[in-house]
């Protein structure tokens, strides 16, 4: 069992989902509340990692990573460190390939809130902060567990994007999916279905709460 | 004057609306589905924008489009019941309230019970919505517009979600509590017996314009022209033309002449509407002759009759006009005592003081 791969991907499933609340919820409420132009345009490219192969995505973001190109050379100049084949990279590449997953379900919680509710809020002397904190995101509340649980579990078992971009490097950017690959390649198998084994039991414990979570809530609502 | 709104805009819904409203009065704005009523009540309230014009309330300006002024409904204290109510389905019913009243309120506690008690809640506090009738969700929702001390009332259809039974409750309700409520009320409606039943001043919307404004009397029984007749649902509207008779102004119908009591402002030769209320025709007994009698006589045959809780309405026509039909209301007993049945021949008498005559 390798513990520090565990980590490592404990670690970025956590970072990931505490980077896409606020970032999913900020996009969802622009996309729900706002009805410009390219609305479809920038739905369709935060949707676009759902259904590109996770090489592709990989791909590309190895190359915006590149020393040379733009980003690139920005992140070195800021911290003094490459981008590609960090952990820090790796958590940038998890944010864009776990965005669909956090926006979607918030977007759809937050679009059933009618929008009698929030002018009675508004009415009530609410004001929009307040109306948001108090009001629709209570409301919106099992639409964002949803996405927090999704982008966790998706980010658990990212494997294509993890291997293009972040290497195999231990203790940086080698995470649980690389390790039971690695395990497999290997002839490990004990190691690979004991890693297995822990990834199933996080990804049906967590499932499950969500789907119990939003079933008491429909019971008192 | 304590509210007073001028709308004017030509899309995307077009509007053409002035009115005001006193302290404690109730207004009530009514029309058909899609006449721009809720539309109106959402300017007041500031959810919605007009092109020009003024929401004045007191002494402030909510809205002014000349001056530029546009407050937020945050800062127009206004108490709004949306049609689905719109109480917050997470929040218990004291939450409800509590998040409405001001912050700076010390006992916040007394003054839930209060309006709880305002609108006959109480024990309900701790309830969700969802745990409440259609009859709880509307008192909840009048008691947190109230919360805010508003100093406008603002009622958009909020009879519409509940039944029968239980709307006739609540309108006795609110016409005790708007007794002592000290602020200007509007109301939107479209039935008209809500509105004559709970408000001191009606205000006929039609395609977003103002059609007329004045007491529920007035409106109902005396509408300034054809539109409004039909809009307030004015049965026996009939077409007919001001002659002189004898030096007097009379209305001519077909072959009838009538003498009417109020003709002023209306000239020889004038093609005119005339509007006869069904509850104000004279039925002539056959036995005996009854008093009025010899006051615009007509005669027709009985075609058809209905009875709805003691009211019977009997629809008879009229030969020498084109057999027209008329509607006539009668207490159910009248109708039973006098055997009106259907192919009977009638007399009756249209009273002058009864027929209402408008501009077309």
Same mark, same amino acid.
């Given at each position: 069992?390798?513990?520090?791969? &565990?980590?490592?991907?404990?670690?970025?499933?956590?970072?990931?989902?505490?980077?896409?609340?606020?970032?999913?919820?900020?996009?969802?409420?622009?996309?729900?509340?706002?009805n410009?132009?390219?609305?479809?345009?920038?739905?369709?490219?935060?949707?676009?990692?759902?259904?590109?192969?996770?090489?592709?995505?990989?791909?590309?973001?190895?190359?915006?990573?590149d020393?040379?190109?733009?980003?690139g050379?920005?992140?070195?100049?800021?911290?003094?460190?490459?981008?590609?084949?960090? &952990?820090?990279?790796?958590?940038?590449?998890?944010i864009?390939y776990s965005?669909?997953?956090?926006?979607?379900?918030?977007m759809?919680?937050?679009?059933?809130?009618?929008?009698?509710?929030?002018?009675?809020?508004?009415?009530?002397?609410?004001?929009?902060?307040?109306?948001?904190?108090?009001?629709?995101?209570?409301?919106?509340?099992?639409?964002?567990?949803t996405?927090?649980?999704?982008? &966790?579990?998706?980010?658990?078992g990212?494997f294509?994007?993890?291997?293009?971009?972040?290497?195999?490097?231990?203790?940086?950017?080698?995470?649980?999916?690389?390790?039971?690959?690695?395990?497999?390649l290997?002839?490990?198998?004990?190691?690979?279905?004991?890693?297995?084994?822990?990834?199933?039991?996080i990804?049906?414990?967590?499932?499950?709460?969500?789907?119990?979570?939003?079933?008491?809530?429909?019971?008192? &609502? | 004057?304590?509210?007073?709104?001028?709308l004017?805009?030509?899309?995307?819904?077009?509007?053409?609306?002035?009115?005001?409203?006193?302290?404690?009065?109730?207004?009530?704005?009514? +029309?058909?589905?899609?006449?721009?009523?809720?539309?109106?009540?959402?300017? *007041?309230?500031?959810?919605?924008?007009?092109?020009?014009?003024?929401?004045?309330?007191?002494?402030?300006?909510?809205?002014?489009?000349?001056?530029?002024?546009? =407050?937020?409904?945050?800062?127009?204290?206004?108490?709004?019941?949306?049609?689905?109510?719109?109480?917050?389905?997470?929040?218990?019913?004291?939450?409800?309230? =509590?998040?409405?009243?001001? =912050?700076?309120i010390?006992?916040?506690?007394y003054? *839930?019970?209060?309006?709880?008690?305002?609108?006959?809640?109480? +024990?309900l506090?701790?309830?969700y919505?969802?745990?409440?009738?259609?009859?709880?969700?509307?008192r909840?929702?009048?008691?947190?517009?109230?919360?805010?001390?508003?100093?406008?009332?603002l009622?958009?259809?909020?009879?519409?979600?509940?039944?029968?039974?239980?709307?006739?409750?609540?309108?006795?309700?609110?016409?005790?509590?708007?007794?002592?409520?000290?602020?200007?009320?509007?109301?939107?409606?479209?039935?008209?017996?809500?509105?004559?039943?709970?408000?001191?001043?009606?205000?006929?919307?039609?395609?977003?314009?103002?059609?007329?404004?004045?007491?529920?009397?007035?409106?109902?029984?005396?509408?300034?022209?054809?539109?409004?007749?039909?809009?307030?649902?004015?049965?026996?509207?009939?077409?007919?033309?001001?002659?002189?008779?004898?030096?007097?102004?009379?209305l001519?119908?077909?072959?009838?002449?009538?003498?009417?009591?109020?003709?002023?402002?209306?000239?020889?030769?004038?093609?005119?509407v005339?509007?006869?209320?069904?509850?104000?025709?004279?039925?002539?007994?056959?036995?005996?002759?009854?008093? +009025?009698?010899?006051?615009?006589?007509?005669a027709?045959?009985i075609?058809?009759?209905?009875?709805?809780?003691?009211?019977?309405?009997?629809?008879?026509?009229?030969?020498?006009?084109?057999?027209?039909?008329?509607?006539?209301?009668?207490?159910?007993?009248?109708?039973?005592?006098?055997?009106l049945?259907?192919g009977?021949?009638?007399?009756?008498s249209l009273?002058?003081?009864?027929?209402?005559?408008?501009?077309?």
């Amino acid at each position: 069992m390798d513990w520090q791969a &565990f980590e490592v991907s404990i670690m970025l499933a956590v970072l990931t989902c505490l980077s896409l609340l606020p970032i999913g919820l900020a996009l969802a409420y622009l996309l729900v509340k706002s009805n410009f132009m390219g609305r479809g345009v920038i739905e369709a490219i935060i949707t676009l990692p759902l259904v590109l192969p996770p090489t592709v995505l990989g791909y590309f973001l190895l190359v915006g990573m590149d020393n040379e190109s733009f980003f690139g050379s920005l992140f070195v100049s800021l911290t003094g460190q490459s981008l590609a084949f960090s &952990f820090a990279g790796l958590w940038f590449a998890s944010i864009i390939y776990s965005l669909p997953f956090a926006v979607q379900p918030m977007m759809r919680s937050l679009e059933m809130i009618e929008p009698e509710i929030r002018e009675a809020a508004w009415c009530s002397g609410l004001s929009k902060w307040r109306t948001f904190f108090k009001i629709e995101l209570p409301l919106a509340w099992p639409g964002i567990l949803t996405a927090m649980v999704l982008c &966790f579990s998706h980010t658990l078992g990212e494997f294509g994007v993890v291997l293009m971009i972040g290497g195999n490097i231990a203790g940086e950017t080698r995470t649980l999916s690389i390790a039971i690959y690695d395990s497999v390649l290997a002839f490990e198998h004990q190691q690979a279905q004991t890693m297995s084994i822990i990834l199933l039991a996080i990804a049906l414990i967590t499932i499950s709460v969500v789907y119990s979570f939003n079933r008491t809530r429909v019971l008192r &609502f | 004057m304590m509210l007073k709104v001028t709308l004017q805009q030509s899309s995307p819904i077009k509007l053409d609306v002035k009115f005001s409203c006193e302290s404690g009065e109730t207004l009530a704005l009514v +029309g058909p589905s899609g006449a721009g009523k809720s539309t109106v009540l959402r300017c *007041i309230a500031g959810l919605s924008l007009v092109r020009h014009g003024q929401v004045l309330c007191k002494n402030e300006t909510w809205f002014d489009s000349d001056a530029r002024v546009n =407050k937020t409904p945050q800062q127009r204290r206004v108490g709004m019941v949306f049609q689905n109510y719109a109480l917050f389905p997470h929040l218990t019913v004291a939450d409800n309230l =509590k998040l409405a009243l001001d =912050k700076g309120i010390a006992n916040s506690q007394y003054n *839930i019970d209060k309006l709880l008690d305002q609108v006959n809640l109480t +024990g309900l506090e701790q309830r969700y919505p969802a745990q409440l009738s259609g009859g709880q969700q509307q008192r909840v929702a009048l008691a947190r517009a109230l919360a805010r001390q508003p100093q406008v009332l603002l009622l958009d259809e909020p009879f519409s979600a509940v039944d029968k039974v239980t709307r006739r409750k609540l309108y006795l309700e609110l016409n005790t509590l708007r007794r002592n409520l000290d602020m200007p009320v509007i109301l939107v409606t479209h039935d008209l017996d809500e509105a004559a039943m709970l408000a001191d001043s009606l205000c006929v919307i039609h395609h977003g314009k103002t059609l007329q404004h004045g007491s529920p009397e007035q409106v109902l029984y005396q509408p300034i022209n054809s539109s409004v007749a039909r809009q307030v649902d004015v049965r026996n509207i009939l077409k007919g033309r001001i002659k002189s008779h004898n030096g007097e102004l009379m209305l001519e119908w077909h072959h009838y002449v009538f003498s009417v009591s109020h003709l002023s402002g209306f000239a020889e030769g004038q093609y005119v509407v005339f509007a006869l209320s069904p509850a104000k025709i004279l039925l002539h007994q056959r036995v005996r002759p009854s008093r +009025g009698v010899q006051e615009n006589p007509v005669a027709g045959i009985i075609r058809d009759r209905v009875t709805l809780r003691g009211i019977t309405t009997v629809l008879f026509s009229v030969a020498l006009a084109e057999d027209t039909i008329l509607q006539m209301d009668l207490p159910e007993h009248v109708a039973m005592r006098n055997q009106l049945n259907i192919g009977e021949m009638i007399t009756v008498s249209l009273l002058a003081d009864a027929i209402h005559v408008m501009a077309e």
